[in-house]
């Protein structure tokens, strides 16, 4: 019996569950709950889904990842942001502002555009890509030249409900006074997992609210 | 022993009309004075010859094609000639409107005598479409008086030289048609009977121009020729055959334009930043186009794909009849060091991606960021060119927003306040224009930024993210 599954794998006929962990080669989030639940991290490479609203901290979840992923000198390059990027706060996150660049294109299709040719390229680490819809088709372009350049692709958008997009991890925020209310939707090579706290209080207090102000704003509203 | 070159170039006009169709018509280049000056094989073929009457030659060759003599166009043509020659050759004069003079004796060391020399430079010419006559001599107008005989003849020796010069009729020579036919009713008919007279009586009846172009041909009075400089521009023009109005046509010429601007830059070794092509309409003013690389450039498949992305975005109403290529500024050629031990997939540089997303999408949509030493929000960041490193010692603030809205807007909707207030006033005097700076939370759970003007009133000014 063993022999015969020995010659099954070895022919890639046979798949085991329990062999999914290379799926994707994970960088570290910065956060270690999410690393735990994430296997690892954000993927290095591929599309990545972010279902959020604005300004709950979806960017304060990506900075860790993002400093790493250019500390390799690559680019980071930030399509269509949805107001003027303030170089304080990316400054102070430890992103090198000479290896920024910010696209503003007039159209969506002008937006995929210039995703697809700095995902193509080879010298961009991750673009950050605003509130464009997204077709199955596209994505699956952008997911490929991703693959092509080993860079990853963020999508920010609203959450919303339609066909599922063949993505390396999808997942869906939700705000809370600690941190984020972090779901995953979706996860190559493993499995969807239920709302879990990242929590932010050591990395941004200032934009947390305490236990104690939490519960003094319980008994006010009771 | 000085040696000089001439090459002459009887038509050239009608030579660079580079197309296979053109070569099988008969094409004839007339003058303001109706007479035909340049005319290419096929013409030449059905018995038309120079310094024909037009009339004559529509009726010996029914379908002759005509193109108005352009000096202007002459004399470009025969400056790329020159360019293109400077390639193996160094010194070279012009002398409108059709022939080179080239001073070939300093040359020959380099290419181990004349066999060699001409081996290298004949196929230079080759690669040219233009027909031509060549002659050597021993001065500039002497070599000039041969090659217009059209002797085809190449030699270094003093008599073989000497010989074809005192065999040469006086009417391939520079002097004006009254001093010829002075001469000849004297009887002198070639260059040797004049040569041969003694100069004290020649001053004597002819004027000072016989003298000096005498002088200058025996090699006794100094001939000044002013020798061409290698160009560090690039500036050619293409009529198209027929006029085009689709923008993916246009690429076929344009190629070639950009192949002979490869050409140019490759062999001194530059590369260029900018390039303005120009459309030329024929009843409209031309359309001027820049593009940019970053990274200096010189492939012309890389600058055919600025160009194209330039062209696309372009709605053109009326066809285009010819187009126009110029780079003024060409920068040495500098060779990027890619990692030997972390070969990164895709062979585009952050200088060439950043030129290919301002082509498409224009200057002003790609940017960078950089940080200034300002408290004020408004101020502390600004969008320069991308990819400029700026400076280094300015040390950001702590908690400040992702983004700062264009505007700010009022507030209202009932927030949370967690941090602050923080006081920033723009000027030291300004004491109204002061704003206390707020981080709150609204009901959505958003983190807003918002400031309390002197006034009382709140404002949102910036979203964390």
């Not at chain 2, 959505?444 to 993210?465: C, D, N």
């Amino acid at each position: 019996m063993s022999a015969l599954l020995e010659q099954l794998t070895r022919r890639q006929l046979l798949w085991q569950g329990n062999s999914q962990h290379t799926a994707y080669q994970a960088v570290s989030s910065g956060y270690a709950e999410l690393d735990q639940q994430l296997a690892g991290g954000f993927p290095a490479s591929g599309l990545i889904d972010i279902q959020t609203g604005q300004g709950i901290g979806e960017l304060r979840l990506l900075l860790p990842y993002l400093q790493q992923q250019q500390s390799s000198g690559r680019l980071l390059v930030l399509i269509s942001p949805p107001a003027e990027p303030c170089a304080d706060m990316l400054c102070a996150a430890g992103i090198v502002l000479s290896q920024l660049v910010i696209v503003t294109p007039k159209t969506s299709k002008d937006a995929l555009w210039a995703a697809e040719q700095c995902l193509q390229s080879g010298c961009c680490a991750s673009v950050l890509l605003w509130q464009v819809p997204l077709k199955l088709a596209q994505a699956r372009r952008l997911q490929l030249a991703a693959e092509q350049g080993a860079a990853s692709v963020i999508l920010i958008r609203r959450p919303m409900d339609g066909l599922s997009l063949p993505v390396n991890l999808s997942v869906k925020l939700q705000p809370h006074r600690q941190g984020v209310l972090l779901s995953v939707q979706k996860r190559k090579g493993g499995w969807p997992a239920a709302p879990f706290l990242v929590d932010m209080q050591n990395r941004w207090p200032g934009l947390c609210f305490t236990t104690e102000q939490h519960w003094q704003a319980r008994r006010k509203a009771s | 022993m000085a040696l000089y070159l001439y090459l002459q170039f009887p038509a050239l006009q009608p030579d660079s009309l580079g197309c296979a169709a053109a070569q099988q018509l008969p094409v004839a280049v007339v003058n303001e004075q109706h007479c035909i000056v340049q005319l290419n094989a096929v013409a030449g073929q059905s018995g038309i010859t120079l310094n024909m009457a037009l009339g004559t030659a529509a009726a010996l060759c029914p379908n002759l094609q005509l193109l108005p003599y352009q000096p202007q166009l002459q004399l470009n043509i025969l400056q790329n000639v020159a360019q293109q020659l400077y390639q193996v050759t160094a010194d070279i004069a012009l002398d409108p409107p059709d022939g080179l003079y080239i001073r070939l004796c300093n040359m020959l060391q380099l290419y181990q005598g004349l066999a060699g020399y001409w081996q290298a430079l004949s196929q230079e010419l080759k690669l040219l479409p233009y027909r031509y006559y060549y002659a050597s001599g021993a001065t500039p107008f002497a070599a000039k008086c041969l090659a217009r005989q059209q002797l085809n003849l190449l030699t270094g020796e003093p008599d073989a030289l000497a010989t074809a010069l005192n065999h040469s009729p006086l009417r391939f020579t520079e002097l004006d048609t009254d001093n010829q036919q002075q001469l000849q009713r004297l009887g002198i008919n070639t260059l040797g009977q004049l040569l041969a007279l003694a100069q004290a009586e020649l001053a004597r009846r002819f004027d000072s121009s016989l003298l000096s172009y005498l002088g200058r041909l025996r090699g006794s009075f100094y001939h000044a020729l002013h020798y061409i400089k290698p160009e560090h521009s690039f500036s050619r023009y293409v009529e198209l055959l027929y006029d085009i109005i689709d923008t993916e046509v246009l690429s076929k010429p344009l190629h070639a334009l950009l192949q002979q601007l490869e050409q140019q830059l490759q062999r001194i070794n530059a590369a260029c930043h900018q390039l303005q092509l120009s459309l030329l309409f024929r009843a409209m003013p031309a359309h001027r186009l820049s593009i940019g690389s970053v990274q200096g450039e010189y492939r012309a498949a890389n600058w055919l794909k600025l160009c194209q992305l330039q062209l696309d975005k372009l709605k053109l109403t009326e066809p285009v009849s010819g187009l126009q290529l110029e780079v003024t500024a060409f920068v040495p050629q500098q060779s990027q060091s890619d990692d030997l031990f972390q070969p990164v997939p895709g062979a585009v540089s952050p200088l060439q991606l950043v030129s290919l997303l301002q082509a498409r999408l224009g200057y002003h949509c790609v940017s960078g960021l950089t940080l200034q030493n300002q408290h004020l929000p408004e101020q502390a960041s600004q969008r320069p060119l991308p990819l400029l490193t700026g400076k280094t010692a300015v040390t950001a603030l702590a908690l400040r927003p992702a983004f700062l809205l264009a505007k700010p807007q009022r507030l209202t909707e009932t927030v949370e306040i967690n941090h602050g207030p923080e006081r920033l006033c723009p000027d030291g005097w300004a004491l109204e224009a002061q704003r206390d700076y707020f981080i709150g939370r609204n009901s959505k759970g958003q983190w807003l930024w918002l400031y309390r003007t002197a006034q009382q009133q709140w404002f949102v000014q910036g979203i964390f993210s």
